[in-house]
């Protein structure tokens, strides 16, 4: 698969301040990519880098294998994290406004916006003006906005911020959408629950540094415990293995046991399971106990802290 954007050992420092440091991210092209870390790890100054609204003090971020230019951003769709709609103006015309600003003609523009007004159930906002706005209807028209003129790349920051679980749930799924029609997408996010639903692949910043970066199922494999969740009906609570598994808990509910193995190393998931069947146990269930992204997350920045 190729890449869409390739960071190649970006660093900016602003005065003594250093925002990023040798930091080298690939991009694929059509798919979800989350761009996280902590509040100050340097997202936005990288966001800011591909966009070009400033510069690398060193580094190069090439766009389809080639050094970005300025026409390239006009491809991109950027939702940044302060929204910014002038709020004296009409809806229909800002909205307009912005598209155009894209490179849309006219009649381009305003058909492809009374599309997107109907899906969002707002046609009936496009003379109100911002001001009259609450801040999640706001944030409907920005996003709008963000990906009417159908980029290449969009560039989401904190896309569910604000909004009720309705709205959240909208927009997920138009994110969803333009992920299937072809789009690639950088989500930068706190929610972790996000990242897992959404997110293909992960970069993972703290305090300059790119800590990890990855496929999200890789990295959650990779950063398991080699645990492993049996539910079973069998009379007799389990008891480990010697070389095969340990049992770190049981939890008998009226007979049917929760249990927490671990698998002892060089021993395979198949192993465990060919030995609990050999023990003749009433298997119910029987899972690998992966990591969520959020623990991961806390794990790392805990870390490097």
């Not at 920005?142 to 959240?168: C, R, W, Y």
Request: a negative charge; charged letters at 25%.
């Amino acid at each position: 698969m190729s890449n869409i954007i390739e960071c190649r050992n970006v660093s900016k420092s602003f005065g003594e301040k250093v925002a990023l440091d040798k930091v080298s991210v690939s991009i694929p092209e059509g798919g979800i990519f989350g761009l996280l870390g902590p509040n100050g790890a340097g997202k936005t100054t990288l966001i800011r880098i591909i966009n070009r609204i400033t510069i690398p003090n060193s580094g190069e971020v090439l766009f389809g294998n080639r050094p970005i230019t300025q026409a390239d951003v006009e491809r991109i769709g950027y939702l940044p994290e302060e929204r910014g709609l002038y709020r004296k103006m009409e809806v229909g015309d800002q909205a307009m406004y912005l598209a155009q600003l894209k490179g849309m003609g006219k009649r381009e523009a305003r058909e492809a916006l009374k599309e997107w007004f109907v899906r969002f159930g707002i046609q009936d906002w496009w003379k109100k003006k911002v001001e009259e706005l609450s801040k999640g209807m706001a944030q409907k028209v920005q996003f709008i906005t963000t990906v009417v003129h159908k980029p290449s790349l969009m560039i989401l920051d904190e896309p569910f911020s604000g909004f009720d679980p309705v709205n959240a749930e909208l927009i997920r799924n138009e994110i969803l959408r333009l992920k299937n029609e072809g789009s690639t997408i950088i989500l930068s996010t706190h929610n972790m629950e996000s990242v897992e639903e959404l997110c293909d692949n992960i970069a993972l910043i703290n305090k300059s540094h790119l800590v990890v970066s990855g496929g999200v199922d890789e990295i959650r494999h990779r950063y398991g415990n080699n645990n492993l969740e049996l539910v079973h009906t069998s009379e007799a609570a389990l008891e480990g293995v010697d070389g095969v598994f340990r049992v770190l808990s049981d939890e008998n509910n009226a007979g049917r046991h929760v249990c927490v193995l671990s698998m002892e190393e060089g021993v395979t998931i198949n192993d465990v399971l060919s030995k609990l069947l050999s023990l003749g146990l009433s298997i119910n269930s029987f899972r690998e106990l992966v990591p969520r992204m959020n623990d991961i997350f806390i794990k790392l920045v805990t870390e490097e802290a």
